[in-house]
């Protein structure tokens, strides 16, 4: 057997970051960020006024309460201000610019007659009824991020606040990595698609929909590939007919030792290993690269049963993912929780066990524990909590680690 840690470090050396392209800033979101970008512009990329009020010379409102004439009026977007006259004032709006001379604003509440200071007209003057310090509400250019400065690296995930900086530091658009195309495939005999009648001996096929779903949250494109039969002439067909336009393939079922291991029984000449991983659930599992009409398609094939299927998804599944789509960020944020529960686990394989939280400790989502054929259950889960390998019972009180999906 191999650890799940071994056994991640392995898919996520699986396949190559496809394709890139330039999109407009919008149709980034969720795509992977594909090269250094550097700020054309800084934030702010001039000095301005963080309130509606006065630009001074903070020396000129050293000594109050003091009276300075108003030399001009600038509301946001102006850009013609000349040099602010020494013992002057400018009214000065949010986010305009300060006049050349200007270091300081005097927030419009700290002006004698304040409600009558922000009228349609500029006053003739103001009165500064208190001091403030030199550089008071002032934004200064370049104090967020300069011109030139690395903005993004490649490998980051975009999304609205990504993007919307990109915006700000003056860029359009973005090379992204494409979506990555993912082929899903279910096998099994006994399988019915859903909706469909079942007769005794068949059940719905539940995986195709939770792997397709799980490969979009992942960033992927999901194109389900009609599921096979446990004949190995039905998933060779299936396979070849599908291998050209394909960047990644994930299977179900048919991995481990029984006798219609179909998944297994043909692709281990073809350069997919197969392993028994230290985990539970998800122990049998398969993976390598296929050679697909000239293609080298990396595949995964995972157990079929339901829980191992959404286990093996995040853990192996987002890991494939991440590696075709160019993110670099595959880190699981694991948070140590207590559990106020104890149960039992495998001996010498590390569990996954679904997990939710309730009054601040970690309990199993349900009744069945990590019981790899609940289906229906697994909507309960709003968590993995992790048992290492070599502990054989948890306890109430023990802490663990627990990855909130
Ligand atoms: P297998 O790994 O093919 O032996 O499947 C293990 C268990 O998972 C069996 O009980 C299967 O019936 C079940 N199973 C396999 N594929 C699916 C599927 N697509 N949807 C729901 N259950 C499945
Ligand atoms: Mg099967």
Redesign the pocket.
């Known amino acids: 057997m191999i650890s799940f840690e071994e056994y991640r470090q392995m898919i996520l050396g699986l396949g190559q970051p496809v394709s890139t392209e330039t999109v407009p800033l919008h149709a980034a979101d969720g795509l992977v960020n594909a090269e250094t970008v550097f700020a054309r512009y800084a934030v702010p990329p001039f000095d301005n006024s963080a309130m509606d009020g006065f630009a001074v010379r903070a020396v000129d409102i050293e000594n109050t309460p003091v009276t300075l004439p108003v030399s001009t009026d600038i509301p946001a977007g102006r850009t013609d201000v000349g040099e602010l006259e020494p013992g002057t004032a400018a009214r000065i709006m949010t986010g305009a610019p300060l006049p050349p001379g200007a270091d300081t604003i005097v927030q419009v509440e700290k002006t004698a007659n304040a409600d009558q200071n922000m009228l349609t007209e500029a006053p003739h003057e103001i009165t500064v009824l208190e001091p403030v310090t030199h550089g008071t509400h002032v934004r200064f250019s370049g104090e967020d991020i300069a011109v030139g400065e690395e903005a993004l690296a490649p490998g980051e995930v975009l999304g609205p606040t990504q993007l919307s900086a990109l915006a700000s530091i003056g860029h359009g658009y973005v090379k992204v990595h494409r979506k990555p195309v993912i082929g899903v495939l ?3 005999s ?2 019915k698609k859903p909706g469909e009648e079942i007769a005794p001996g068949q ?6 929909t ?2 397709r779903l799980l490969v979009r949250a992942s960033g992927a494109k999901d194109v389900v590939l009609s ?1 096979s039969s ?1 004949d190995p002439k039905d998933l060779a067909a299936v396979l070849d007919k599908a291998g050209a336009y394909l960047d990644g393939i994930i299977t ?5 030792a ?1 006798a ?4 297994k029984e043909y692709l281990k000449d073809k350069n997919v290993g197969f392993h028994k991983v230290a985990m539970q659930p998800g122990k ?1 599992q398969g993976s390598g690269v296929l050679n697909l009409g000239g293609r080298d398609v990396p595949i995964l094939c995972l ?4 829980v ?2 959404f286990v093996s998804m995040k853990v192996y599944g987002d890991a494939l993912i991440a590696n075709l789509s160019g993110r670099t960020n595959t880190e699981i944020p694991w948070q140590e929780w207590e559990t106020s529960e104890s149960w039992k686990t495998p001996p010498g394989r590390a569990q996954f066990m679904p997990v939710v939280a309730k009054d601040g400790k970690v309990v199993r989502a349900t009744s069945g524990g990590s019981g ?2 609940l ?1 229906y259950s697994l909507m309960k889960t709003r968590g993995l909590a992790f048992v290492p390998t070599e502990v054989e019972e948890v306890r109430a009180g023990d802490k663990l680690k627990v990855w909130w999906l």
């Open positions: 279910s096998t099994g006994e399988l059940i719905p096929d539940s995986n195709t939770l792997v599921s446990d179900t079922g048919g991995v481990s029984g219609f291991d179909v998944v049998p157990p079929g049963n339901p191992s299927v790899s054929h289906v």
